[in-house]
Structures are given as C-alpha cells and as structure tokens.
C-alpha cells in the first residue's frame, strides 16, 4: 500500500507562489510515477502535471506550463509543486498522485491518491 500525503496549500495573492509537497510512503519510491491534480468546484479533476520515476521527464498542462515546476527528491520520497504567477482560477483542491505507469498517472487512473490540500489565490 503506497499513501501520499499533501501539505503547503493556503491562501496567497494574485501573482504570489506557493509550494505544495507530496510524501509518499513507500521505500520503493522510485518505482512511481507522480503527478498533481487539480479540482476546482463544480468542475472535473484536471491534470496539472507530473514526473517521471527519475525527474528527467516532465510533463504539464498547457494552463500552468512557464508558472509551475514540478520536482522530486527521491531520497526524500518527496514530489513538489512550485507555483509562481498564481491566478484566481489556479484556485483548487490539489492532488498528488502516484503510479508505476506513467501514462495511467497522466490520464487520471492512477492507483494511489492523497486525500488533497486546498489552494486558494484571491483577486
């Protein structure tokens, strides 16, 4: 069983950043896949981004490429989410997610999931 816990949500300003980060309890870490999502309310999950198991590949929504960075540091078993430039409709719960196949985690259907931190950005 892999569990993933989120932390590093709040409320920032238009144009101010956060960081979110991705524990992931699992020796094996780097077997997985891990990306972030995204709901917003009374909207559908949405991709954000992920990485691959060695951090050498990226991958993002067009909505967020040039604004948010994604990183991991395997020692740590820990994946990040910078985020600079905020919008107000970055606004979200955002979730980490985890697999071993990277193109089940990019479209949704990964088997591991964090149980999401809010991200509020204010106009």
């Known amino acids: 069983q892999v569990q993933l816990v989120e932390s590093g949500g709040g409320l920032v300003q238009t144009g101010g950043s956060l960081r979110l980060s991705c524990a992931v309890s699992?020796?094996?870490?780097?077997?997985?896949?891990s990306g972030w999502f995204r709901q917003a309310p009374g909207k559908e999950r949405e991709f954000v981004a992920a990485?691959?198991?060695?951090?050498?590949?990226?991958y993002y929504a067009d909505s967020v490429k040039g604004r948010f960075t994604i990183s991991r540091d395997n020692a740590k078993s820990t994946v990040y989410l910078q985020m600079n430039s905020l919008k107000p409709e970055d606004t979200a719960v955002y979730y980490c997610?985890?697999?071993?196949?990277?193109?089940?985690?990019?479209?949704?259907?990964?088997?591991?999931w964090g149980q999401g931190t809010q991200v509020t950005v204010s106009s």
């Open positions: 990485i691959n198991w060695s951090g050498r590949d990226t």
């Open positions: 699992r020796r094996t870490f780097t077997n997985y896949a």
């Open positions: 997610a985890a697999d071993t196949i990277l193109q089940e985690l990019i479209t949704g259907r990964s088997d591991y």
